[in-house]
C-alpha cells in the first residue's frame, strides 16, 4: 500500500509555490515523499509524510540551478516519520540561502533528521539557513552508506553561516 513518490514539483521558473494540508503515505520501495525542485520560492506547512523502507527521503528541496539555489523558504509543521532510511527526513540539495526550517516533528529513524547536502551539485554553497525548535526527540539517526556515521544534523561540505537552535 502507498504510492512510491508522493508530491513533485518540477516546472521552471522562480514562482512562490505553497505546500500545505497533504498527507503522503509511501510504500517500502518508495523514493521520496515531498520533491521540491526548481529555484522557486516555497512555503511547505502541515503536510505529513510516512516513509518506511531504506531508500526514501522525506521532504527535500532540491534547486534545478545550483548557483541560484532555493531561497527565502519556509518550511514549518510538518510531520515526517522514517523508519530505517539510507537518507534523510528533510533535505536542502546544493545551493540555498535563507530558508526557514522550524517547529517540524522528525519521528522514526534515518541517516540525518536535517541536513544541508551539497553532494550532486558541485560548487553549491548552503549558506544563511536557520533551524529552529524542530522536534527529533521521537528520532534515531541510523549510520548509512551514503553519508557514513549517524547524524541528527548533518550539514556537508559547502555549508557556512547557518544556524541551528533548539535541543
Do not use: C, K
Not at 47 to 56: K, L, Q, Y
Not at 77 to 96: C, E, K, T, Y
Amino acid at each position: 500500500e502507498g504510492v512510491d513518490v508522493g508530491i513533485v514539483v518540477y516546472f521552471n521558473g522562480s514562482d512562490f509555490v505553497r505546500v500545505q494540508d497533504n498527507r503522503v503515505a509511501l510504500r517500502p520501495e518508495a523514493l521520496i515523499g515531498l520533491s521540491l525542485q526548481a529555484n522557486h520560492t516555497y512555503l511547505v506547512e502541515r503536510n505529513t509524510v510516512i516513509a518506511p523502507g531504506a531508500f526514501p527521503d522525506g521532504i527535500v528541496l532540491w534547486a534545478t540551478d545550483a548557483s541560484t539555489g532555493i531561497n527565502g523558504s519556509t518550511v514549518r509543521h510538518n510531520r515526517i516519520v522514517m523508519d530505517g532510511s539510507i537518507f534523510g527526513a528533510f533535505s536542502l540539495i546544493g545551493s540555498g540561502r535563507g530558508n526557514y526550517i522550524g517547529q517540524n516533528r522528525i519521528e522514526g529513524s534515518a541517516a540525518y533528521a536535517l541536513g544541508l547536502i551539497a553532494d550532486f551539485v558541485p560548487g553549491a554553497i548552503a549558506s544563511e539557513n536557520a533551524f529552529s525548535g524542530n522536534n527529533i526527540a521521537s528520532f534515531q539517526a541510523l549510520d548509512s552508506p551514503v553519508y557514513g556515521s549517524a547524524a541528527d544534523v548533518f550539514f556537508d561540505f559547502n555549508t557556512e553561516h547557518n544556524v541551528l537552535t533548539g535541543h
